[in-house]
């Protein structure tokens, strides 16, 4: 069983790395972390409500949440719908091109983050 606090501090604490790798201008590894850090503070969003499941591949977290928490049940903002498949983007960008992520990708790659385990956080 999927516990959210567990998931949740991971998330918390993949956003701090993404925080220390934007400062140090790593602003690849600070893309990376950043959509961890979204990703699991999703897991621990759907977990939650009692939404699990035992793989949680990214796909499915992705689309579970915006059906079931932004669409239906209207937990959290539509704002957030497209969040993580843009950040899953920037991250695979980040991690298999050969182009290096911008300063300002790498800043909105964290801002979205910070704002989206705001969110799970209140709930």
Request: proline share 1%; net charge positive; aromatic share 10%.
């Amino acid at each position: 069983m999927i516990l959210k606090q567990e998931f949740l501090e991971k998330a918390k604490e993949n956003l701090n790395i993404a925080r220390l790798s934007f400062d140090r201008e790593c602003y690849n590894a600070c893309a990376n972390r950043a959509y961890f850090a979204s990703f699991q503070a999703a897991v621990a969003a759907l977990a939650r409500h009692g939404i699990q499941s035992d793989k949680n591949e990214h796909a499915w977290v992705q689309s579970e949440f915006n059906l079931q928490l932004i669409k239906r049940k209207k937990v959290y903002p539509s704002k957030l719908r497209t969040y993580l498949l843009d950040m899953q983007d920037i991250r695979n960008k980040a991690d298999y091109s050969e182009k290096n992520i911008s300063k300002r990708i790498a800043c909105k790659q964290l801002s979205w983050a910070t704002e989206m385990i705001e969110f799970i956080e209140k709930e």
